[in-house]
């Protein structure tokens, strides 16, 4: 019986919440989730816990922030002026940017905004997060050769994606 290891597709169900109980993502209704283990799809905490796990598994599962998006960057919060924002009429709190960092384009949200301010915070949204994941195993396949060479999944008939 197959196993999840390092090249392998599996379908998992999943539902993800806070440490308050809320849920944060689930496939619940959905198409399970279909990823590709041993190629960082996933949080590293998420891989570790079903590495070695069967279809028809079910997992529950605590990762902390270190495996999972990574802890706060206060570096990633920063101050802007209002000018550099010029092609954008209103700005709310809330509203996501696609801006070019350091670390290249990154998805910034905006959390304070001031008459002649705007503070974004360019860390991911679930950064400092304990992740608190349920996870059923649907099924498991081998990754192809195509797929292994992207490091992802394909949908059946190819790829669709822009590489
Ligand atoms: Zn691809």
């Known amino acids: 019986m ?3 290891t390092a090249k392998k597709v599996a379908n998992i169900h999943y539902t993800l919440k806070n440490d308050a ?25 998420l891989e570790k816990e079903l590495e070695g796990k069967s279809a028809g598994d079910k997992i529950s599962c605590v990762v902390e922030p270190e495996e999972g998006y990574g802890e706060k960057d206060p570096e990633l919060i920063q101050e802007l002026p209002r000018n550099m924002f010029g092609g954008v009429d209103t700005i ?19 959390i304070d905004v001031e008459e002649d ?20 195993i649907i099924d498991i396949r081998d990754a192809t050769e195509e797929e292994l060479s992207h490091g992802h999944v394909h949908a059946p008939g190819g790829c669709g994606h822009d590489h």
């Open 2 to 4: 197959s196993t999840i």
């Open 21 to 45: 109980g809320e849920v944060l993502d689930s496939s619940e209704g959905q198409e399970p989730l279909a990823y590709l283990h041993g190629a960082m799809n996933l949080v590293p905490g």
């Open 92 to 110: 709310e709190v809330g509203m996501a940017f696609h801006a070019e960092t350091q670390n290249g384009m990154q998805v910034v949200e905006v």
């Open 117 to 136: 301010a705007v503070t974004i915070d360019g860390n991911h949204v679930l950064a400092g997060e304990r992740l608190h994941f349920d996870v059923e």
